[in-house]
């Protein structure tokens, strides 16, 4: 039987949304000069305070946005993913597959529809059977009309970054102030609102990583070394 | 004169089909092997057929000027394009230098420069039909208008019958 692929997975905690990306470019760029055969890498974090994010297509207003955004007490970081406007936050589990698209061998179109499948593997472990990834515009993961996990990916030089963010316990009022994703008339949700009962970053982390394991038939081997 | 008979054959050998899905029709392995990029004396009369990188643009070049897109095997593995980044004119690029990012379905791929030159043109009609990038990668979906600066640099490209190889290695 052949072994499946090495994953290094990082375990970062709870850290600033900034120290995140930081990680994430240092995972790529050594992920760049190693070539497609070394393994790639899985970056967890939870965001240590409120961060409203937009990716690659900018908005009509940015520096407004920011400001606006910015008085609500939150940051506000222009991210070079797709997708548009969004939120994180504690409460929140944000993923970060840094792989080489050519060692998946999948299109980054199936890319992204594994990151759908990881996180619906992760629903339905947690009796959710009822979670669906919608075709675009509306990628992501849903319950009803409400969005549990939100995506937006970065591709350069066939290596992947940014990925998900679901909502665990995530404080849900602060989507109030932005149109998530753009998509008028859609609500979010977190798996506390749709469990009924308090669900921590920390509970859902190893059946979210067996989900990851099972859809990119890889195994995840934890890094301890820093990668500063 | 031998430019003209060359740009003669390259339409007739190498006809463009816009929203082909399927490999390169085998007619144009006929087309010679040597890259036809020699300048004839004045950089205007540059002319090579359509050579790719294996970041998967692919540049053509009249007239000493390089138009820039995507293969068909890249919009297929991107998905339905929402949005391109494009550079300003006059940008200088150096080439694999990054210009520019596709969106498509959630994800932001970046855009590889095939050769050394200066940005002359961009694709308008994207901003308002990014779909143009899926529906003709060949032909209405070009991406930018380049110089080429140093017309050796075409020689280190993929002629289609080695991306093509190239194309079924990556797939197996």
Request: charged fraction near 20%; hydrophobic fraction near 40%.
């Given at each position: 039987?052949?072994?499946?692929?090495?994953?290094?997975?990082?375990?970062?905690?709870?850290?600033?949304?900034?120290?995140?990306?930081?990680?994430?470019?240092?995972?790529?760029?050594?992920?760049?000069?190693?070539?497609?055969?070394?393994?790639?890498?899985?970056?967890?974090?939870?965001?240590?305070?409120?961060?409203?994010?937009?990716?690659?297509?900018?908005?009509?207003?940015?520096?407004?946005?920011?400001?606006?955004?910015?008085?609500?007490?939150?940051?506000?970081?222009?991210?070079?993913?797709?997708g548009?406007?969004?939120?994180?936050?504690?409460?929140?589990?944000?993923?970060?597959?840094?792989?080489?698209?050519?060692?998946?061998g999948l299109?980054l179109?199936a890319?992204?529809?594994?990151?759908?499948?990881?996180?619906?593997?992760l629903?339905?472990?947690?009796?959710?059977?009822?979670?669906?990834?919608?075709?675009?515009?509306y990628?992501?993961?849903?319950?009803?009309?409400?969005?549990?996990?939100?995506?937006?990916?970065?591709?350069?030089?066939?290596?992947?970054?940014?990925g998900?963010?679901?909502?665990?316990?995530?404080d849900?009022?602060?989507?109030?102030?932005?149109?998530p994703?753009?998509?008028e008339?859609?609500?979010?949700?977190?798996?506390?609102e749709?469990l009924?009962?308090?669900?921590?970053?920390?509970?859902?982390?190893?059946?979210?990583?067996?989900?990851f394991?099972?859809?990119?038939?890889?195994?995840?081997?934890?890094?301890?070394?820093?990668?500063? | 004169?031998?430019?003209?008979?060359?740009?003669r054959?390259?339409?007739?050998?190498?006809?463009r089909c816009?929203?082909?899905?399927?490999?390169f029709?085998?007619?144009?392995?006929?087309w010679?092997?040597?890259?036809?990029?020699?300048?004839?004396?004045?950089?205007?009369?540059?002319?090579?057929?359509?050579?790719?990188?294996?970041?998967?643009?692919?540049?053509?070049?009249?007239?000493?000027?390089?138009?820039?897109?995507i293969?068909?095997?890249?919009?297929?593995?991107?998905?339905?394009?929402?949005?391109?980044?494009?550079?300003?004119?006059?940008?200088?690029?150096?080439?694999?230098?990054?210009?520019?990012?596709?969106?498509?379905?959630k994800?932001?791929?970046?855009?590889?420069?095939?050769?050394?030159?200066?940005?002359?043109?961009?694709?308008?009609?994207?901003?308002?039909?990014?779909?143009?990038?899926?529906?003709?990668?060949?032909?209405?979906?070009?991406?930018?208008?380049?110089?080429?600066?140093?017309?050796?640099?075409?020689n280190e490209?993929?002629?289609?019958?080695?991306?093509?190889?190239?194309?079924?290695?990556?797939?197996?």
């Open positions: 039987m052949r072994a499946r692929r090495a994953v290094r997975l990082l375990r970062l905690g709870r850290l600033p949304y900034a120290e995140s990306l930081a990680a994430q470019e240092r995972c790529a760029g050594r992920q760049r000069a190693a070539g497609p055969g070394a393994a790639g890498w899985l970056l967890l974090s939870e965001p240590a305070g409120p961060v409203y994010t937009r990716g690659l297509r900018g908005g009509p207003d940015p520096a407004g946005e920011a400001r606006r955004l910015r008085a609500l007490g939150a940051e506000y970081w222009r991210a070079a993913r797709g548009l406007l969004t939120f994180h936050g504690p409460g929140q589990l944000l993923a970060y597959p840094v792989l080489d698209l050519r060692r998946l299109s179109r890319y992204v529809g594994a990151l759908e499948a990881a996180a619906l593997g629903c339905r472990r947690l009796g959710l059977p009822a979670a669906r990834a919608l075709p675009p515009p990628t992501g993961v849903w319950l009803g009309g409400r969005k549990l996990c939100a995506l937006g990916v970065h591709c350069g030089r066939h290596i992947t970054s940014h998900l963010a679901l909502n665990c316990c995530t849900l009022t602060w989507f109030d102030h932005i149109v994703c753009g998509l008339g859609k609500g979010v949700t977190s798996l506390s749709e009924q009962r308090h669900v921590t970053v920390d509970e859902i982390t190893e059946p979210f990583l067996d989900a394991e099972e859809v990119f038939h890889c195994t995840l081997i934890s890094h301890e070394e820093s990668i500063g | 004169m031998a430019l003209r008979a060359l740009r054959v390259a339409v007739s050998l190498a006809p816009p929203g082909r899905g399927g490999p029709p085998s007619a144009r392995s006929a010679p092997q040597a890259a036809p990029a020699r300048s004839l004396g004045t950089s205007a009369l540059l002319f090579s057929a359509r050579k790719f990188t294996d970041k998967h643009e692919w540049i053509s070049v009249e007239n000493g000027i390089g138009t820039v897109g293969s068909n095997f890249a919009q297929e593995a991107l998905g339905d394009v929402v949005y391109c980044s494009l550079p300003e004119i006059g940008t200088k690029l150096n080439k694999q230098d990054e210009f520019g990012a596709l969106e498509s379905v994800a932001a791929s970046e855009l590889y420069s095939p050769l050394t030159g200066e940005v002359t043109e961009i694709n308008t009609a994207l901003a308002d039909n990014p779909g143009l990038v899926n529906k003709s990668c060949y032909e209405d979906g070009w991406l930018i208008k380049m110089t080429v600066d140093n017309p050796s640099e075409l490209l993929m002629n289609e019958d080695a991306y093509e190889k190239y194309i079924k290695s990556i797939e197996d």
